[in-house]
């Protein structure tokens, strides 16, 4: 009979040290869906403020490219000479291109921004969620 108590305590032992192990690893799984969850949230916000900023750029780069026609086109209509004209619609494609190759480079580093800043939260949740597997 001794025996039987002491594998009935021992059995009883073992499943409420397995319960409490399952019940952490549900607490951790929960947890990590969590924080995934709120990861993904940052990230999205995070995209869509950059996407509003993108089109903020591109807005103002509109309009100064139209202020900038406009400009050209009064410049060629006072010209006095097909030199003049020359000299302007020479002057105006050399500014576009510049603007034009800036405005690149500045949404280049606009769209690198956004793959960094948007993946950072993902990334920092599953650091936290390998050392929460691992640990």
Same mark, same amino acid.
């Given at each position: ?28 799984? @929960?947890? /990590?869906? %969590? &924080? ?5 949230? +940052? ?9 509003? !900023? ?39 494609? @050399?500014? /576009?291109? %510049? &603007? ?5 480079? +500045? ?9 960094? !800043? ?18």
């Amino acid at each position: 009979m001794p025996e039987t108590r002491k594998m009935a305590e021992e059995a009883k032992r073992i499943g409420e040290d397995t319960q409490e192990h399952v019940k952490r690893a549900g607490e951790a799984y @929960q947890s /990590a869906v %969590e &924080d995934g969850f709120e990861a993904a949230t +940052r990230s999205f916000n995070e995209m869509n403020r950059i996407f509003q !900023n993108v089109a903020a750029e591109i807005t103002n780069f509109s309009k100064k490219r139209l202020e900038d026609v406009v400009q050209s086109w009064e410049q060629v209509l006072r010209a006095k000479s097909f030199g003049d004209v020359m000299e302007v619609q020479s002057r105006y494609v @050399q500014k /576009a291109y %510049e &603007d034009y190759t800036s405005q690149m480079s +500045r949404l280049g580093e606009i769209y690198l921004d956004t793959v960094r !800043n948007a993946a950072k939260p993902v990334q920092e949740t599953s650091k936290g969620t390998s050392r929460l597997a691992s640990g």
